[in-house]
């Protein structure tokens, strides 16, 4: 008899075990976070994002573009998404993350940043305690993170890129947008200089013309600046790019054989390799803001 009760108590026991192990909240994986950027506008930098993120979606990552070009944001004319709120809702604790998400092609998730995160310096330290812990949630619902920052080294776009683990900086080889790269890259580089730098050169006549900017940028970052950036690759200049950008549909999507959108699959492809031979601890969208909130408060 006292065998069958202990028998039964293990067995209650167990039961318990397994109900509190049911109702425990998945582990979350913190996603990885790019901030995209360039040294100057007109390189194609927004269109690149968006079709990049979907290029990543489609080979089944769960993907999340953070729009945070404040000065010129146009993923709604790539996308044909207009999110209702932003992030900055979410700041003032008028809305949650769930209710700033909007839904791009695939299955993207676009999430509009808002001017009032470049506030964060001026944020009591409550309400930017709650909002970063919230930032947990959105963590929880991608795999990959791609920041659309502005162009230029201004403050705003700064306070971005030099908070994150990766940074993408796009250019063409125009002599103007590398010269601009390349003060992107040294500025970076004297900000944080644990930032890994991955170039992408844009609307290039072939691949031996991307690789030759590259290695330019490549030869005065070890020489002047003693740091080393990547080559994720280049995209090919095609007429389809502008003509997908009228049409509002991804170029990925709408011409998936043009050169443009094979360029950006080897981008997809390249960057996927990187993060799987040589990845980062992850700090999640959590942790860039974290960072962010104190190189702000630090320049105060």
């Not at 028998?7 to 049911?22: I, Y």
């Not at 005065?220 to 549909?249: A, H, M, W």
């Not at 443009?260 to 040589?278: H, K, M, N, P, Q």
Request: aromatic share 4%.
């Amino acid at each position: 008899m006292m065998t069958e009760i202990s028998q039964f108590r293990d067995q209650a026991q167990r039961l318990r075990q397994l109900a509190q192990e049911a109702n425990k909240p998945a582990t979350i994986v913190d996603p990885r976070v790019i901030t995209i950027s360039s040294g100057k506008g007109g390189v194609g930098k927004t269109n690149l994002t968006v079709n990049l993120g979907i290029a990543l979606a489609q080979k089944g990552i769960r993907v999340g573009i953070l729009d945070a070009d404040l000065g010129l944001a146009n993923l709604d004319i790539v996308l044909g998404v207009i999110p209702e709120y932003n992030l900055s809702h979410v700041l003032r604790g008028e809305k949650s993350i769930q209710d700033v998400v909007a839904m791009g092609p695939a299955g993207v998730k676009i999430f509009a940043g808002g001017s009032g995160l470049y506030d964060l310096a001026n944020v009591p330290q409550a309400q930017l305690v709650r909002f970063i812990d919230g930032l947990r949630d959105l963590d929880g619902m991608i795999d990959v993170c791609l920041i659309d920052t502005g162009a230029g080294i201004g403050r705003q776009v700064m306070s971005f890129v030099s908070a994150s683990q990766e940074a993408v900086i796009v250019t063409t080889p125009e002599p103007t947008a590398v010269t601009d790269a390349y003060g992107m890259i040294k500025v970076l580089h004297e900000s944080n200089p644990q930032t890994r730098i991955k170039i992408v050169v844009n609307m290039v006549n072939d691949a031996s013309e991307g690789w030759a900017v590259f290695e330019r940028l490549k030869t005065v970052s070890q020489q002047f600046l003693n740091t080393g950036i990547s080559y994720l690759g280049s995209v090919e200049e095609d007429p389809t790019v502008s003509k997908s950008v009228r049409e509002q549909r991804p170029i990925v999507i709408g011409y998936p054989n043009s050169h443009a959108s094979r360029g950006i699959f080897r981008l997809a492809e390249e960057l996927l390799r990187v993060g799987a031979t040589d990845p980062l601890p992850r700090e999640g969208i959590k942790g860039i803001f974290q960072r962010m909130a104190r190189r702000l408060q630090r320049s105060f």
